[in-house]
């Protein structure tokens, strides 16, 4: 731990620590003790991310923050409500989508129907449910303006906290207790159910009180029985139970612990009289943490590790709200610096706060006796036994520092960027760059080869061999390109690699000779791996990871799904995980995933992201030198950033319990906006929705991916992460029924359903439905014969509607018509096989549309029907007088101008054939005869 400047502090420190340490020990009890336990890291080596109304939040200062089961984070403010998803906060005030008219939330509660309780302060109490807020009238016996806590009990009644007494809310009606039922003071500022079901709230004058479960659910309020705990205290600031079950209640008097019946004071939090507490919680991991008035957060712990009480995290600030959400985050609201997150990642980062000299880390390395060398661009310092110590060097303490190797005698080198090349050797440090060959350079790199020779790289003078103490210095004159060299490298082979930023470069006897891979020969090489295999693998600046087996090259860069193209060093784990440094943070990568590419049974490689959420300070990790990154014997990994040397354990995974999930946030349609529901169901026609998603996820928000479909109208998934917009657009939808679903990456790369699901039902038109349908069929014989009615109608009413064009008067029709059937008859023109309308209207000289319309009205028949029927009268005569005769001649001699159109004319007027007629007039012969 850094140490103070001024000695006299340090005496009142431990002095004040000695205190502490005896009051705890003395005075706590010893199943309370033990859960404040130690952690390997500081508060300051937390992941730590701050929001405030430059990212979005309404105002600065917190009042509540609470979780929905939808994973939502609900943050109350002193200028509204707002949502947070892990990436933006959704605002709600009188101009949101979701109109809520009030500022000030002191409360945010979410019951078993999955309903929003909001508390205000002077604007009353609301309720969001389906996409609405309501406010709560006085109608059903609530008036109070000023909510300040709620919760609700295993039987479904709501409680809260008011300005005016102790309110309950059941079976839809609200009841009040207050000071004339027996409470000291009518403004209930806390509320907490403890996991027997009891609850106990707090008043503004400190005092305490618990209502049994067992009286809880009277249905008369003023039959519940409370007892006040015994406390004298000023103002009660929270109340909450640790895993002990032991009720713990911060006051402005001191910290009360309640433990079976008994009650114990603390005083202003262990001694320390400065320290009043606003809010605390014991996390999943057994830490007590405390927000305090103007003094930070700070953290409760075991084994004497009292620093924290004084080193405590956002100093002097002053702490609302202290919460843990589903993900072991903790979330802290401010009195005016917004809103702060601290998480436990699987990174440790070692900044200045912790002892380095400088945050901005360029070299580490782990000596043989286990000594961690660490190089920064302001000095030197090494690490032993978990403390960071300085090196008392002059030239050391500030300078860039960009490599460190242990020599064969065991001696220490350190490399600088201008100051030359230092030796740590018997409790001295001897510059080697004075009075040699080697001179003053800026040194890039430090190699050992299986020979014991030191080879140096720098950025402006090639490369150095130092042997038998002497140094030669290879250049451009020795094949070896004019660029500064970031790594050195000796394969299985004994083959020497040099990687410099116009490419690679391979040693043998004296001469340097260029990669006659493309790839290699141009790109910037800043590490050299290789595997047991004998694979080779190299980091580029800006070809991403390029890997060599058995002479062939295969590429990995953001084509092939690696997270970025500038890689900067490569360790490689027990598993067989690669993990990089790189300029967006540091990633993982499977190397059977690089196999499986390469072989072509993959076509994208998966890469684990780590960033702020895990525990690094920054994403832009260092690199450039050699060594920069450092695997330590005991399998730990030590990375390089700007802002401190991040650590971890390569086996960490990220926490199970990580809570992430995908939801619809509301469906659009042509004139609606429409809110949570599992079903959905619009009248007939065609649609366009649009589904507007969202992404819950705190720690990795940006590249979280999801999939979606909508089954019913395309089968295939699509594909969307936090990088993008999440919308998904689907037009022309048509009668029928559709599901949406997604599906979420989760941490192990595999995709899982979500359980968020909408179904769409877009109803037919009445004669789409198969009722109607049914009916229809049943129906057929008569809408035929309707058809066929509509259909004559229709026929007749053009026939009149033509003939009404023809002026014809009455007395000349019934003239025309002496003369038609005159001239038919007499002259018998029905013979002419070639009669028409307009031979017989000549013949008559009467207009062509008068005959049509003559024999039509007058007769009642079609112009060919009136001939046929003289032509079948006339054949009926001759079969009758001459049976011997063939039908079909007298059929042509009547008119006919064929058999069938004969026959079909005879059956029409006659009801049968010629040849039925014939044989029945035999009959009907042979009958007279006899």
């Not at 001191?254 to 400065?274: C, M, V």
């Not at 220490?412 to 409790?427: E, H, N, P, V």
Request: with cysteine; hydrophobic share 35%.
């Amino acid at each position: 731990m850094k140490g103070s400047a001024d000695p006299n502090q340090d005496k009142k420190r431990l002095f004040k620590l000695a205190i502490i340490a005896f009051i705890i020990i003395v005075f706590l009890p010893a199943s309370h003790f033990a859960h404040f336990l130690n952690s390997p890291k500081s508060i300051s080596q937390f992941a730590h991310l701050q929001w405030t109304t430059q990212n979005g939040l309404p105002h600065n200062t917190i009042q509540s923050i609470y979780q929905t089961r939808d994973g939502y984070l609900w943050i109350g403010t002193e200028a509204g409500l707002v949502r947070f998803n892990g990436k933006s906060f959704s605002t709600f005030d009188q101009t949101s989508l979701i109109h809520l008219p009030v500022s000030e939330i002191m409360a945010i509660y979410e019951d078993h129907d999955r309903n929003l309780w909001l508390g205000t302060f002077g604007e009353g109490l609301y309720i969001y449910k389906k996409g609405l807020f309501t406010q709560i009238s006085k109608d059903k016996g609530f008036h109070s303006q000023s909510i300040f806590d709620i919760r609700e009990d295993d039987q479904g009644n709501i409680w809260m906290g008011t300005g005016d007494g102790l309110v309950r809310y059941k079976n839809d009606r609200f009841d009040y207790l207050t000071t004339e039922n027996g409470l000291s003071n009518n403004t209930i500022i806390e509320l907490y159910k403890d996991r027997n079901d009891n609850i106990w709230f707090g008043s503004l004058d400190g005092s305490v009180f618990k209502i049994e479960k067992e009286t809880a659910d009277y249905d008369d309020i003023h039959d519940v029985m409370f007892q006040k705990a015994p406390i004298e205290a000023f103002y009660v600031e929270d109340i909450f139970e640790d895993k002990d079950g032991n009720i713990l209640v911060p006051t402005g008097s001191g910290l009360f612990f309640f433990k079976e019946g008994n009650t114990q004071r603390y005083g202003k939090i262990s001694g320390i009289s400065d320290f009043r507490i606003l809010s605390m919680i014991q996390s999943q991991s057994g830490h007590f943490w405390a927000g305090t008035s103007g003094n930070g957060l700070i953290r409760l712990n075991q084994n004497h590790s009292y620093d924290e009480f004084s080193d405590r995290f956002l100093n002097n600030e002053v702490i609302t709200v202290v919460f843990e959400d589903k993900n072991e985050n903790i979330w802290i609201g401010t009195r005016g610096s917004g809103l702060h997150k601290l998480y436990d990642g699987c990174f440790s980062t070692f900044t200045v706060k912790e002892g380095l000299i400088n945050n901005y880390i360029r070299s580490i390395f782990e000596d043989s006796k286990g000594r961690l060398w660490i190089g920064t661009n302001r000095g030197l310092n090494y690490m032993l036994h978990g403390r960071v110590l300085h090196v008392n060097h002059q030239i050391l303490k500030s300078s860039n520092i960009m490599a460190l190797l242990e020599y064969i005698d065991g001696s220490i080198l350190a490399a600088t960027s201008s100051q030359g090349l230092f030796r740590y050797f018997q409790d001295r440090w001897i510059n080697l760059s004075e009075n040699s060959e080697l001179g003053y350079h800026f040194f890039t790199s430090l190699f050992l080869d299986s020979h014991g020779v030191l080879w140096i790289g720098t950025a402006d003078n090639g490369l150095y061999k130092y042997e038998n103490d002497s140094f030669q210095n290879y250049t451009k004159n020795s094949g070896l390109g004019g660029g500064s060299i970031h790594c050195i490298f000796e394969d299985h082979d004994h083959t020497l690699w040099v990687g410099t930023i116009e490419g690679l470069y391979s040693h043998d006897k004296g001469m340097f000779s260029p990669s006659p891979h493309d790839a290699l020969s141009t790109s910037s090489i800043y590490y050299i791996h290789q595997d047991a295999q004998k694979r080779m693998y190299f980091a580029t600046l800006d070809s991403g990871l390029i890997m060599l087996k058995s002479d062939k090259l295969t590429s990995f860069t953001t084509a092939e799904g690696l997270y970025t193209n500038a890689v900067y060093s490569i360790l490689e784990d027990p598993a067989g995980n690669f993990w990089m440094a790189c300029d967006k943070g540091i990633i993982s990568v499977s190397k059977n995933d690089l196999l499986d590419y390469e072989k072509g049974l993959i076509h994208q490689i998966q890469c684990r992201i780590f960033n702020e959420n895990d525990g690094l300070k920054t994403r832009e990790a260092g690199g450039g030198t050699q060594p920069s990154s450092c695997k330590a014997q005991d399998g730990q990994f030590f990375f390089p950033t700007v802002k401190g040397m991040a650590v971890i354990n390569p086996g960490c995974e990220r926490k199970s319990s990580q809570f992430q999930n995908v939801l619809i946030k509301y469906i659009k349609t042509k004139n609606d906006i429409l809110f949570s529901a599992k079903e959905f169901v619009f009248p007939p026609g065609k649609r366009n929705i649009t589904f507007y998603l969202d992404i819950i996820d705190f720690s990795h928000y940006q590249d979280t991916k999801i999939r979606y479909r909508l089954n019913g109208y395309k089968e295939e998934w699509s594909e969307l992460s936090g990088k993008t917009d999440m919308v998904a657009q689907y037009e022309g939808l048509k009668k029928g029924q559709y599901e949406f679903e997604m599906m979420l990456l989760n941490n192990q790369y595999q995709w899982i359903p979500a359980p968020t699901r909408m179904k769409i039902q877009i109803e037919p038109y009445f004669y789409q439905k198969k009722e109607f349908l049914i009916l229809l069929i049943l129906m057929q014989p008569f809408l035929i014969l309707l058809i066929l009615k509509i259909a004559a109608k229709r026929k007749e009413r053009l026939k009149l509607k033509r003939y009404k064009s023809a002026k014809l008067e009455k007395n000349k029709a019934d003239e025309y018509l002496d003369k038609i059937v005159s001239l038919i008859e007499k002259e018998k023109m029905y013979r002419d096989t070639h009669l028409t309308i307009s031979k017989l209207a000549k013949r008559a000289s009467i207009q062509n549309a008068y005959i049509s319309q003559i024999i039509n009205i007058k007769l009642n028949k079609t112009f060919y029907d009136f001939i046929n029927s003289y032509r079948v009268e006339e054949a009926k005569q001759i079969i009758k007088e001459k049976s011997y005769l063939k039908i079909q001649a007298i059929g042509y001699d009547v008119g006919f101008n064929s058999k069938s159109s004969f026959y079909k004319a005879f059956n029409k007027f006659v009801g049968m054939t010629p040849a039925e007629y014939r044989d029945g007039s035999k009959d009907d012969t042979t009958e007279d005869s006899s």
